[in-house]
């Protein structure tokens, strides 16, 4: 909400700058800032158009005198359309500068001198879309004579000074210049002085033509009408319009203006309709049917049985509080007027703009709330602004379709209280003062305050309400510095959190890159690696599709960034995100939050480099990155790795589940070929490790040894076996049958191909005996590993080579 300095004027004495202004009431809650319009316009004024005549040269320019209000008319050559004899124009002067750095320059067009230029609205600061659409393809033209040479900057209000205030959801009371000067003339201490709107008793009749049926009183608390017969409509003044375009709202006709104006002067929208065009004479809110139209401008909604709408007959006028159909709008040829001004449920108007895409100015109002009390009073001044400024026979009273009274809210504190939580120690007047300055009625009766709050500020319920008030227009900065008492704790880290911090140190050393992504995915992402079986939760109010439901996997996340990365070639990737997947248990409503730890690896791993080749990564660099990972969790587990073809997306031959003690803690592999496609990206390795699991694993007794005395004996083993035999298994086993001295097994050769059975593979092991305590013998070195070949031909009928 901009807040005018020059309309706040009305209300209370300013005398402040707007940079004053906005940094004063920012301390008392309300974040603002200044806003200082056309500060860099110069030298534009007033000019009549005395002379049009066609250019010489050209189809379309024209040239024109023009009185600037100095001793001689000057020569301008303009293009506009519109621009014709006795017109009073904006006209920026040679040297005048205009927004986005243009300067105005003396020259000729075609030959014919030119002395400035005749501008348009657009051209001096007021965006197209919120000028008068008369005017969108020409030169602003004023509707009343002005005398030649005059600044045109207060006219249109070109260098307006105002005041932007972000306020928060409860503070809606400041969507409106009246509400708005309470709150900053309590910040100076001025109490605003507001003219009550009244009508020319002898224009108000006795009529109603209109039959009004609020068929949902629960959700329209307040709903009124008046009517307005044998309208003049005309175009509003030249100081509301400029007022409503500083405001980014077009300026439309007299009827419609009004309407707008107070919306923005009360905080309280009110919608116009040309009595004419309804049907039967006849106003009905209720609930939409499913499959109802509405009709606007540009566009046609398709409605559902959640939608209030306002209706005449069978035609749907507008959207409850959000917007106006097309059935009923006042134009040009309106005779008569329909004035409404209600009361709509917030929630109902929040969901249905959002619904339809259809946020509005209103519909903002109504959403955070409105003061019910001034709703009539909002509907008189609308019809009081359209007979100032169009002929109207008669008006109608007010037409009740509901009313609720509105009753200010009375809350009972203690000033002892008060002074004890803002720890200061006001006198019963001062806090009072204050009280009075916001337009609190006060009763004091010894330490007990009766504060009874205007309807104006629904947001206050309880006597913290009170305190909050006391403190911001005393001012926070005045309060006094204190120390916080009370029991110390100290800080830190989660035994957990620790876990979860020591591996993402780990990826971190591993030269991987973090990544942070949204914890919402659509539907098909988690559909795609739901891998520990979750219940989807969908959000009841997604923002947007691709914002449906809680992730289950942050695999998805990573693989979002690998593409988006890779489509702008950026393709050696390896990135990680340590963060909480969400696992619901069938039945169960809300989620449970787990710690996960995920990462993802594409293109090279080692650069093109004058003494090294590129190399891509693999199946066994990304396993020796996990396999890093879980040698510094500490479990007294066995990690194992089990190929496993269960995950669709998946590469069913460069895939295993991660086990410890046979528990499955995560996966790691590669992304399946046709999931790659279809995600535009190369290939990619990923892993995930469920933290807690991996927390809750037993830990390791670690002792520090010193190092051995007697040298290690090796032995290598060469076998042949069938492919569909894991290396794991063969590892497995030569550890079992390898005897209390077997100190290390690592495979150092496969070989498939030329010279080697169908379906057989030749692995190379080697094999390390060591005894801490003595030498070993070649005896006991030879009997261990000849229990080891025996056990492998028995168990998996292998060919020692």
Avoid at 69 to 92: F, L, M, R
Avoid at 392 to 406: D, H, L, M, P
Avoid at 563 to 572: F, G
């Amino acid at each position: 909400m901009k807040i005018s300095v020059n309309w706040l004027k009305e209300y209370i004495p300013v005398d402040h700058t707007v940079e004053e202004m906005a940094d004063k009431i920012s301390l008392t809650g309300i974040e603002s800032s200044p806003v200082r319009l056309g500060e860099e316009l110069t030298d534009l004024v007033v000019g009549h158009i005395t002379k049009v005549e066609p250019h010489p040269d050209s189809d379309h320019l024209k040239v024109c005198q023009v009185d600037v209000g100095e001793s001689a008319e000057i020569q301008i050559v303009c293009g506009a359309p519109n621009v014709s004899v006795d017109q009073y124009v904006i006209v920026a002067m040679h040297g005048a500068h205009l927004p986005n750095g243009v300067r105005i320059k003396r020259g000729k067009l075609r030959g014919q001198e030119s002395n400035g230029m005749i501008c348009g609205l657009d051209e001096v600061g007021v965006p197209a879309k919120y000028m008068p659409k008369e005017f969108e393809n020409g030169i602003y033209v004023f509707d009343e004579p002005q005398t030649p040479g005059t600044a045109v900057y207060d006219l249109l209000g070109l260098k307006d000074q105002m005041i932007d205030i972000d306020i928060t959801p409860n503070r809606a009371d400041t969507l409106g210049m009246h509400g708005a000067a309470w709150e900053i003339g309590a910040t100076y201490n001025e109490k605003p002085v507001f003219k009550k709107p009244e009508l020319d008793s002898g224009k108000i009749k006795d009529m109603n033509d209109v039959t009004v049926d609020v068929k949902v009183k629960d959700l329209v608390p307040d709903y009124l009408i008046r009517e307005l017969k044998d309208v003049k409509v005309t175009k509003s003044p030249l100081w509301m319009q400029r007022r409503l375009w500083n405001q980014n709202i077009r300026p439309v006709n007299s009827i419609v203006d009004a309407a707008n104006y107070v919306m923005i002067e009360y905080g309280q929208p009110v919608q116009v309709y040309d009595l004419d065009k309804l049907e039967n004479s006849s106003l009905t809110v209720k609930m939409a049917q499913d499959g109802d139209k509405l009709q606007l401008i540009d566009d046609e909604k398709a409605l559902n049985h959640n939608d209030i709408v306002i209706a005449s007959g069978d035609k749907v006028l507008g959207l409850a509080g959000v917007i106006n159909g097309s059935n009923a709008t006042v134009d040009e040829n309106t005779k008569n007027v329909l004035l409404e001004a209600g009361v709509f449920d917030g929630a109902s108007v929040r969901k249905t703009a959002q619904r339809h895409d259809l946020r509005s100015d209103a519909s903002s109002r109504f959403e955070k709330g409105v003061d019910n009390g001034i709703v009539s009073e909002a509907l008189t001044r609308v019809a009081q602004l359209i007979t100032n400024d169009s002929p109207v026979e008669a008006i109608s009273q007010e037409i009740v379709g509901n009313f609720t009274k509105a009753e200010p809210i009375v809350i009972k504190g203690s000033i002892a209280h008060i002074n004890h939580l803002m720890g200061l120690n006001l006198s019963a007047t001062e806090i009072n003062n204050i009280f009075d300055r916001l337009g609190f009625e006060t009763q004091l009766v010894g330490d007990e305050v009766t504060v009874t709050i205007p309807t104006r500020r629904w947001d206050m319920t309880i006597e913290a309400d009170l305190v909050e008030e006391v403190n911001r227009i005393y001012g926070y900065a005045n309060l006094p510095n204190t120390l916080p008492a009370g029991m110390e704790t100290r800080g830190g880290y989660s035994p957990e959190r620790e876990l979860g911090n020591k591996l993402r140190d780990i990826l971190l050393g591993e030269g991987m890159d973090e990544v942070i992504n949204f914890s919402l995915l659509n539907k098909q992402e988690v559909e795609d690696f739901n891998t520990i079986g979750s219940e989807y939760t969908k959000l009841l109010h997604p923002m947007t599709e691709d914002h449906e439901y809680l992730r289950n996997s942050l695999i998805p996340g990573l693989v979002r960034n690998i593409a988006y990365n890779q489509a702008r070639k950026n393709n050696d990737l390896s990135i990680f995100e340590q963060a909480r997947v969400f696992d619901r248990l069938t039945g169960q409503d809300r989620p449970n939050e787990i710690p996960y730890i995920s990462g993802a690896i594409s293109g090279n791993v080692v650069e093109d480099s004058w003494n090294s080749e590129p190399r891509k990564v693999d199946f066994y660099y990304i396993k020796g990155i996990v396999e890093e990972l879980l040698s510094f969790t500490n479990a007294d587990a066995n990690f194992t790795f089990v190929a496993t073809d269960q995950y669709s997306n998946m590469h069913p031959g460069q895939t295993a589940q991660i086990r410890a003690n046979d528990q499955v803690v995560g996966l790691v592999g590669k992304l399946h070929p046709d999931y790659q496609k279809e995600h535009n990206i190369d290939d990619t390795f990923v892993f995930e490790l469920n933290v807690i699991d991996l927390f809750n694993l037993n830990k390791k007794n670690v002792k520090a040894q010193s190092a051995p005395k007697y040298p290690s004996v090796t032995r290598d083993l060469a076998i042949l076996i069938g492919n569909d035999i894991e290396n794991g298994q063969i590892i497995n086993d030569i550890f079992a049958n390898g005897g209390k001295y077997l100190h290390d097994v690592n495979i150092f050769d496969v070989y498939e191909g030329k010279n080697i059975k169908p379906n057989h593979k030749s692995l190379g092991y080697h094999l390390v005996f060591l005894n801490p305590d003595n030498t070993l013998t070649d005896e006991e070195v030879e009997k261990a590993f000849a229990h080891v070949k025996d056990s492998l031909v028995q168990k998996f009928n292998v060919e020692i080579r």
